[in-house]
């Protein structure tokens, strides 16, 4: 940059109402956006064109909190741009002429960064935003872009966060202080080019989400990762792929139940890649673009504008229609089924018991006839819709009148060609099966809620939790030895059936709460957890079912 462009460029964060770019184009602001907050003590830019060097410094004022240039007296005035070749004696200052290297001299530019009093290594990244590792830099770039094959991108690391082990110099030659040349590749070359001594990809592939718009990229390994974690991200991840860029990448648990699988195994080595349209207003009103900052995607689409991304929707549709691939590791890593529950009578039990209070309203499809109808586009999902027997034959007092179960499918709300209409529908009893401590945000949480799980919305109990072992022990210091395994039992179905129970009673909440808020906070773990510590309705439960065993112990 000559230097009235960098005066232009680094001046200001803009130029009012000018334009600088479409949806889809970079601002120019992220350079100061994101090197100006966690560098007070300042940020020096140096730039050549055509051989010739242009200097500004913008740093932090302490008295107004505002970020101003420095300004240079000279004998030819006051100026916020010079060359800095042209200084002849920098005092006891760095002497900025001499810093930049050859290879930028003719056209180049280099930033550097000036850091705070507290954190003034700033080789170490961003204190703010945990970035205090020596190879944070690799990690990062090998996280946010996806592919750099085809581009040639060197981080310098440092082999040790001692000061003392750091080069001294550019022609510093000690092996101990050598500093480490990394190629950096980007996340892709992390996922499917590196090898394994004990693991290899064991397949990856693409499905398409939401009519087309979203391809949905899968990579699953099988063994042991690579040790990459160092300069790349080892274990697996959900992340939406922008170009060239990721965004919103996740580890998280609960962003991995929502695309169907809660097994721990199988999150560490399956990978998400999303890739949504990109937001056109000239082709059609569907698509994502950044934000100003390029720090989070916006989406438009759905009768929404500027909303978060639906990745609740996306991972419904990735569980519905999981490759068979996946299916067969999550049925791998929940082992031979010791910890599944196959027997199924208590849902119709529960049904049974509790169906009549398990209804909600639903948009279902509209019969001929039907009056108070609204459009809808009717899905291939049924729900049961319970009306009273209209046969004449004489009821006794003793027998109920019996009711048939008619089923209707359901539908999309308020849009398309077809009818729907507002009825009663039994509100599904989820399944429940037992896992380890693994699976869950924290080793001791209780319970988890697996709407999109491959067997059908189920309840995941930790068979670890210490909640549910100090349950077990207290029942099974009351009875004799020789009825361990019974008590156990009786203990652990009972606390899945009560929060089975829980979670079907809660869905009365969806006329008041949308179904993504539902999930993600009234029954995250944190809130299964609590409502299943109670001790009175669970114990009483407990007992009762525990008096077939016969004589408690005799107390001491």
């Excluded at 300004?71 to 006891?92: C, F, H, K, L, M």
């Excluded at 830099?137 to 750091?166: A, G, M």
């Excluded at 059609?284 to 720090?295: M, Y």
């Excluded at 691939?325 to 999550?330: F, G, K, L, S, V």
Aim: aromatic share 8%.
């Amino acid at each position: 940059m000559s230097k009235d462009e960098l005066l232009l460029f680094f001046s200001t964060l803009g130029e009012g109402a000018k334009r600088i770019g479409g949806i889809h184009d970079n601002f120019g602001v992220g350079a100061k956006i994101a090197s100006l907050p966690w560098n007070p003590e300042g940020v020096v830019v140096i730039s050549y064109k055509d051989g010739k060097g242009s200097m500004i410094q913008i740093e932090l004022d302490p008295d107004t909190a505002d970020y101003q240039l420095i300004e240079y007296q000279s004998e030819r005035g006051t100026s916020y741009v010079i060359n800095p070749s042209d200084v002849a004696d920098w005092g006891e200052d760095v002497n900025w002429g001499t810093v930049a290297p050859d290879w930028i001299r003719q056209n180049g530019t280099m930033i550097v960064l000036l850091g705070s009093e507290e954190a003034p290594d700033t080789v170490l990244g961003n204190p703010k935003a945990g970035e205090k590792d020596i190879k944070g830099l690799s990690v990062y770039l090998n996280t946010r872009f996806w592919d750099l094959s085809q581009t040639e991108v060197t981080v310098v690391e440092l082999r040790s966060e001692r000061k003392t082990s750091w080069p001294q110099g550019p022609n510093d030659r000690d092996d101990s202080r050598r500093p480490n040349n990394r190629r950096i590749m980007g996340a892709k070359h992390y996922l499917d080019a590196v090898k394994s001594s004990n693991g290899t990809l064991s397949a990856s592939s693409s499905i398409v989400l939401d009519d087309n718009r979203v391809a949905a990229h899968w990579f699953l390994w099988e063994g042991e990762r690579p040790n990459i974690h160092s300069y790349a991200k080892k274990p697996g991840y959900i992340a939406v792929k922008y170009k060239d860029e990721l965004f919103d990448l996740t580890t998280h648990k609960a962003h991995f139940r929502g695309f169907g699988v809660a097994e721990a195994k199988v999150q560490q080595n399956l990978t998400i890649v999303l890739e949504p349209q990109l937001f056109d207003p000239q082709v059609g009103l569907w698509g994502v673009h950044p934000d100003q900052s390029r720090n989070r995607l916006i989406f438009t689409g759905n009768g929404e504008k500027g909303a978060t991304l639906p990745l609740a929707d996306w991972g419904l549709e990735f569980a519905e229609n999981m490759p068979d691939e996946i299916r067969e590791a999550i049925k791998k890593a929940r082992g031979d089924g010791s910890n599944s529950l196959e027997d199924e009578e208590y849902r119709r039990r529960l049904q049974d018991k509790f169906g009549d209070r398990w209804r909600v309203k639903q948009v279902v499809q509209a019969k001929p006839g039907e009056k108070d109808t609204q459009p809808a586009e009717p899905t291939t999902e049924g729900s049961a819709i319970e009306q009273p027997q209209t046969s004449v034959r004489r009821q006794t007092k003793r027998k109920r009148k019996k009711a048939v179960h008619l089923i209707r499918f359901r539908t999309t709300d308020n849009n398309g060609n077809g009818e729907g209409i507002e009825r009663e529908v039994a509100v599904d009893v989820p399944k429940y099966r037992y896992a380890g401590r693994d699976e869950f945000e924290n080793p001791w949480h209780l319970a988890s809620w697996l709407p999109n799980d491959p067997d059908g919305p189920t309840v995941l109990m930790n068979e670890d939790s210490p909640l549910l072992e100090e349950a077990i022990r207290h029942h099974l210091n009351q009875y004799p030895d020789v009825y361990a395994k019974e008590v156990t039992d009786i203990v652990r179905k009972t606390y899945g059936e009560i929060a089975v129970c829980k979670l079907a009673h809660s869905q009365k909440l969806a006329a008041q709460v949308a179904e993504e808020d539902l999930d993600q906070y009234y029954r995250s773990e944190q809130a299964l957890t609590i409502a299943l510590m109670g001790l009175l309705a669970e114990e009483s439960l407990i007992a009762q079912r525990l008096g077939k065993l016969g004589r408690k112990k005799n107390a001491a």
